[in-house]
């Protein structure tokens, strides 16, 4: 059974820095992409970031490009979303997701099978 776990959010003010990381488990393919999701309130859920494991290929939203790292351990069992220049805007609920697979959209919600409970990041001004 597949298993993710997100830690690392919290409070910061505009222009800090948070790392949440996803330790995950349970994994039977060797072909799958971990990603990054956030949902603020009264929008939908978006795409953040993601890593296709097969090939390290990693894909970014415009609006988190060059302040946002995502990146894994030797072992791929933890997953980190390094933020800095943390905006008021990033304010959200951030979700780890995995799925099987060669994707068509890296950052489509629909292509992922397995979800964390998400974890809190609120940026204040």
């Known amino acids: 059974e597949v298993q993710l776990v997100e830690s690392g959010g919290g409070l910061v003010q505009a222009g800090g820095s948070l790392r949440l990381s996803c330790a995950a488990s349970?994994?039977?393919?060797?072909?799958?992409?971990i990603a990054w999701f956030r949902q603020a309130p009264g929008k939908e859920r978006e795409g953040v970031s993601s890593m296709s494991v097969l090939d390290e290929n990693t894909y970014y939203a415009e609006s988190v490009k060059d302040r946002f790292t995502l990146s894994s351990d030797d072992a791929g069992n933890m997953w980190n979303l390094q933020m800095n220049n943390l905006k008021p805007e990033d304010t959200a609920v951030y979700f780890c997701?995995?799925?099987?697979?060669?994707?068509?959209?890296?950052?489509?919600?629909?292509?992922?099978?397995?979800w964390g409970q998400g974890t809190q990041v609120t940026v204040s001004t």
């Open positions: 997701a995995a799925g099987p697979g060669d994707f068509g959209d890296y950052l489509d919600e629909d292509e992922y099978d397995y």
């Open positions: 349970g994994f039977t393919f060797d072909d799958y992409a």
